[in-house]
Antibody
Framework: EVQMLESGGGLVQPGGSLRLSCAAS????????MTWVRQAPGKGLEWVST????????YYADSVKGRFTISRDNSENTLYLQMNSLRAEDTAVYFC?????????????WGQGNLVTVSS | DIVMTQSPDSLAVSLGERATINCKSS????????????LVWYQQKPGQPPKVLIY???TRESGVPDRFSGSGSGTDFTLTISSLQAEDVAVYYC?????????FGQGTKVEIK
């Protein structure tokens, strides 16, 4: 069974940093791209970042480029999102998601999500 | 960047009636190399992560009831729930996975009338 468990969220002040982790199981982690998607309270889904299976290629939304860094440890089956210079508008539930078999930019399994709140 | 626009933002349908959601992309998401539309539909219920319903614009995910169907090509797509059930109350999103950034539509909230 595919499972993804996010951790590392919480309350942080504007300008601060936070690192999210996503522990994956139930599939060959290194064979799939992985994606972070966020959802601000009461709002829709926003694609944040994607990393290839090998980790060699990364992609970012303009809204986070230069502030967030996606990475992965294939030996530990874990995905990361390092978030720096956080802003109030980064407040959201962050979902870790597995790249789909039918298209690596799509996602077919989602974690339960992890809330990040940026506030003073 | 491709922009995805859904309509309507919300709709209320009687139980057993048809619900139709539209999704329009600002550029074609049809690949000439494989003749496939890179369009997926998700369902999100309150407090839950999204779930895949339809990919390749019209291929139903395993386990998804056949009352859900997807159609369209190029830039215009439709998700149809042929006979709305109480458990279908949710927000529905389309997403293009043709290019990066892989944008989502703004979502359509489906309720019972």
């Amino acid at each position: 069974e595919v499972q993804m468990l996010e951790s590392g969220g919480g309350l942080v002040q504007p300008g601060g940093s936070l690192r999210l982790s996503c522990a994956a199981s139930g599939f060959t982690f290194s064979s799939y791209a992985m994606t972070w998607v966020r959802q601000a309270p009461g709002k829709g889904l926003e694609w944040v970042s994607t990393i290839s299976g090998s980790g060699d290629s990364t992609y970012y939304a303009d809204s986070v480029k230069g502030r967030f860094t996606i990475s992965r440890d294939n030996s530990e089956n874990t995905l990361y999102l390092q978030m720096n210079s956080l802003r109030a508008e980064d407040t959201a539930v962050y979902f870790c998601a597995k790249g789909a078999n039918w298209g690596w930019r799509g996602v077919d399994y989602w974690g339960q999500g992890n809330l990040v709140t940026v506030s003073s | 960047d491709i922009v995805m626009t859904q309509s309507p933002d919300s709709l209320a349908v009687s139980l057993g009636e048809r619900a139709t959601i539209n999704c329009k992309s600002s550029q074609s998401v049809l690949s000439s190399s494989n003749n496939k539309n890179y369009l997926v539909w998700y369902q999100q219920k309150p407090g839950q992560p999204p779930k895949v319903l339809i990919y390749w614009a019209s291929t139903r995910e395993s386990g998804v009831p056949d009352r859900f169907s997807g159609s369209g090509s190029g830039t215009d797509f439709t998700l149809t729930i042929s006979s709305l059930q109480a458990e279908d109350v949710a927000v529905y999103y389309c997403q293009q996975y043709y290019t990066t950034p892989s944008a989502f539509g703004q979502g359509t909230k489906v309720e019972i009338k």
